[in-house]
């Protein structure tokens, strides 16, 4: 199975820039356009949250234009940036998103690897937290198939970067999340967005990591008293690839065009 993650994507309404500056539309639109080249063609398509940028509805009706070429399934869940009603509205066809509930998580049965996708949102706070309902709830998801292995999908990473600014507006108390999956060994990652940076780290057992925004990254600053700055680095998303033998193995993946490729040896 191959799971191809996006991430932060920060749709604005038609003709406006993020931060006066970047065009995260455009880069949108590259990393639609990529992914339907890839070759094999991924299974699923997850987008990890910070959909749009402020929650509006035109926002919304922009990013399902920008979608609109991915011939693929998609499976979405909200960032700190995005609105859950007006999420739920803009993908009302998508079956799994469940409509009129507090929160938007959910799960996917119908492949190989079992998805769950976990709300961690805590409006009108950047930072991410799971309550005693939400944490209800995923236990019982994980108690419900203890023998399948299974991806959980946050928008908040469940650990430090060492991005202090970034980590100030994480997922409070990550150690009540460690002590489920620690009891649920088949939890085989934990993937999350939130820091637009592509980081791994290990986690109660197993591996959690965070992928690149399609649009601009974080600043790599790992001082205790970095400021809060985005980069232009290459936009991009990553390829997770499952294999029972194997596990889960992810691949970085840049948007922009580069020249190649080319044999070693002719």
């Not at 009302?92 to 998805?115: I, K």
């Not at 936009?235 to 029972?244: D, E, K, T, V, Y």
Request: with cysteine.
């Amino acid at each position: 199975m191959l799971i191809a993650q996006i991430t932060d994507l920060h749709i604005l309404p038609p003709g406006r820039l993020a931060f006066g500056r970047v065009d995260t539309a455009a880069c949108l639109a590259r990393a639609v356009a990529r992914l339907g080249t890839l070759d094999p063609r991924p299974d699923v398509v997850v987008a990890t949250g910070d959909l749009v940028d402020a929650g509006g509805a035109e926002e919304y009706a922009h990013l399902r234009r920008l979608l609109a070429p991915l011939e693929l399934p998609l499976y979405v869940l909200p960032g700190n940036h995005d609105s859950r009603p007006a999420l739920a509205e803009a993908f009302r066809d998508h079956a799994y998103l469940p409509q009129g509930c507090e929160f938007l998580h959910y799960t996917v049965e119908d492949w190989p690897l079992r998805l769950i996708a976990l709300d961690t949102i805590e409006p009108p706070e950047a930072g991410g937290r799971l309550c005693e309902q939400r944490r209800a709830w995923l236990e019982a998801r994980l108690a419900e198939q203890p023998h399948r292995p299974t991806l959980l999908m946050t928008h908040h990473p469940p650990f430090a970067t060492g991005i202090a600014h970034m980590d100030e507006m994480g997922l409070a108390a990550p150690e009540l999340l460690a002590e489920m999956v620690r009891r649920h060994g088949h939890v085989v990652r934990v993937i999350s967005g939130h820091v637009h940076r592509p980081i791994q780290a290990p986690f109660a057992g197993t591996m959690a990591s965070t992928g690149p925004s399609t649009a601009h990254q974080v600043m790599l600053d790992l001082t205790a008293d970095g400021k809060a700055r985005y980069v232009l680095e290459p936009p991009g998303f990553q390829l997770h690839l499952w294999r029972p033998d194997t596990g889960l193995v992810t691949h970085n993946a840049v948007i922009d065009d580069f020249p190649g490729p080319f044999l070693f040896r002719d």
